[in-house]
């Protein structure tokens, strides 16, 4: 007879393995000792490294992608009529603001971006080169609204005179009234006002894109 069931021979303790199940751990623990040079396999330590490398290839630097250049275009065009329609407005209120300008690239800069898909080095020229033009388009636009006011306030003089006459006429009929030189010296200052409000954020931006 046997005082406790320990001592007996047919007793297996519930926590022990039986002989099977002992050879396929040891079998496993080997295999898995093997995989990893020699050491047990650390779950926790296999987790941060995969997180670590995911980390690691998310902060890596982009591939940069050149933009379209045709939709940037229609992109910085459109953008810029909104400082054409700024500039516009100041202008009537007797002002040539700088601001109008600095707004003007900033639109310009968006639109490219949006529709050409990025702003490049290319983006950025083309931006300030649609400005530089639209500037020229915004002070004749001003010009020939003060010469529509004048033939339409004597139209008993000159007869019906419509916008796109003055427009298209603008530089005969101030070479007529010996006022050529308003239209290009309003023009030069709108440029300087221009290059001063907006010199900044193209550096800038040039820096961001070559950074």
Known sequence: MYASGSDDPAYQSPYSLNTSSQGTYSMNTADTMNNYGGQPYDMAADVDARMNYGQMMSGA????VGSNVVTGIIGALLGSLVGVALWVGIYKLGYI???A???????AMFGYEKLGGSLDLKGIIISVVICIGMIYISERICISM???EEFKEYKY?????????????MFA???DA???SLFWGELGIGYLLFAIASVSYIVKSVKMRNA
């Open 61 to 64: 630097p982009k591939v940069k």
């Open 97 to 99: 603001a700088g601001i």
């Open 101 to 107: 300008g600095a707004i003007m690239i900033v639109c």
């Open 146 to 148: 003060q010469l529509y």
């Open 157 to 169: 003089l000159f007869g019906d005179v419509s916008f796109s006459d003055c427009y298209k006429s």
């Open 173 to 175: 009929i101030l070479k």
């Open 178 to 180: 010996g006022k050529e």
